[in-house]
């Protein structure tokens, strides 16, 4: 999709875009979601029904997923539960959708001709695949988990099936799995931000609902991510309405240091603290990228937020320099979720840094301890 028609889609859902055409618009999508969410309560009633029919591999397989679209910092968690099990003794492998990796033109025409194989972006040694070829989530979790196979292919059943034949695994951790039912799992992780728990509370493509708030019943974890020490009760009390059994976690990001994009240089999280940087994102959610930079002190002078998932030009790139330079900017600063994104720069006049962070447990650490403990001897 054009990324300006989808930039104002996402301006009408959230209500920032007035006047009769958007009204008319939200209606009409506001008749869709009904038809959607018509379609998914059916779905997962057949699943549940057993007439759709869900594979088992033989192995454990854990989901990471959300009820919302984007934002609530999964693929850290994945990171941390699958780096938990492969400390317990797991052999684990991540399959992830590949969510904008790119397939060679020669592999979509002859796909059914081929003998299959999904996209091996990590053998467990050795990244094999850039972000491009892989998509940014897969590849980040390649970079970040040595000993971890990272596997990408919309057909989770394939690619499980080809982890347990080809490495071994006897672990899969399904990246954003939540709503990919074919694959029966042990566990469900579910994440909720907590800065926007619930969307706006419709389902797609009024809001941002993947699915009714009935169906956290399946979670059997649900994380609670970005509490950042907020009051979180009435979250609790309504993810425990909607589901009395499942385990609550609390989590923060918490930011661990700055690092370069082009020579791995690493700055500590004081060289933010009255410098004045430009914030650059892609990502769901920036304000709440852009609200932990103030929080370590930084004085952001110009911030640029494009689409998520948006791969940056070389032209881009440069005016942001440009303001850089103008702006006298210390840092240009980014995710780690975006730095994978940026083209290839031969010199970079002002230093382009990421924030590295990781997921840090406030509340539950003993629950999420004893979980892996559990999933370990399954």
């Known amino acids: 999709m054009n990324e300006r028609l989808a930039s104002y889609l996402l301006d009408v859902v959230e209500e920032r875009c007035r006047g009769g055409g958007a009204a008319v618009l939200r209606w009409f999508l506001g008749g869709l979601s009904k038809v959607y969410g018509l379609v998914v309560r059916a779905r997962v009633g057949l699943y549940r029904l057993g007439l759709f029919r869900r594979r088992t591999l033989g ?7 959300n009820i919302t679209l984007g934002g609530t910092g999964k693929t850290p968690v994945v990171e941390m539960l699958a780096a938990a099990l ?41 990244v094999l695949l850039t972000s491009r070829e892989a998509g940014d989530e897969p590849y980040m979790l390649a970079r970040n988990l040595p000993g971890v196979v990272v596997l990408a292919d919309p057909n989770r ?37 907590c800065t926007n728990p619930f969307g706006n509370g419709r389902l797609l493509p009024r809001g941002t609902l993947r699915e009714p708030l009935a169906n956290l019943r399946r979670a059997a974890v649900c994380m609670l991510t ?11 009390d309504r993810v425990l309405e909607l589901n009395p059994d499942a385990e609550i ?39 709440s990228f852009e609200d932990a930079l103030v929080g370590l002190g930084a004085r952001i002078v110009r ?27 210390a840092f240009i600063v980014t995710t780690e979720k975006d730095a994978v994104r940026f083209p290839p720069l031969d010199v970079a006049s002002i230093p ?7 997921v840090r447990i406030v509340r539950g650490a003993a629950d999420f301890n004893d979980c892996v403990a559990r999933l370990s001897y399954v």
């Not at 192995?59 to 997923?65: A, K, M, N, Q, R």
């Not at 797991?90 to 002859?110: H, N």
């Not at 494009?306 to 942001?320: G, P, Q, Y």
């Open 59 to 65: 192995c454990l397989v854990i989901s990471v997923g």
């Open 86 to 126: 492969r400390d317990a003794g797991r052999k684990v492998a991540v399959l992830s959708r590949g969510y904008k990796g790119r397939t060679p033109l020669w592999r979509r025409l002859f796909r059914r001709r081929i003998a299959y194989k999904p996209k091996v972006v990590s053998d467990g040694g050795r």
């Open 157 to 193: 059943v394939k690619a499980g099936l080809y982890a347990i034949k080809t490495f071994g695994v006897d672990t899969l951790v399904l990246d954003d799995g939540f709503q990919y039912m074919r694959l029966a799992r042990k566990f469900d992780f579910v994440l909720i931000d």
């Open 226 to 236: 970005k509490s950042n020490g907020a009051d979180v009760g009435p979250i609790r």
């Open 249 to 287: 976690i609390e989590t923060t990001h918490q930011p661990l240091h700055l690092q370069e994009l082009f020579n791995g240089g690493r700055h500590p999280l004081d060289a933010l603290r009255g410098t004045p940087v430009i914030a650059v994102s892609a990502i769901a959610r920036p304000q």
């Open 303 to 329: 911030s640029h937020r494009f689409l998520d998932h948006h791969r940056f030009t070389a032209l881009e790139v440069a005016h942001i320099m440009d303001e850089a330079r103008e702006h006298n900017a």
């Open 352 to 358: 382009i840094v990421f924030l590295r962070v990781n």
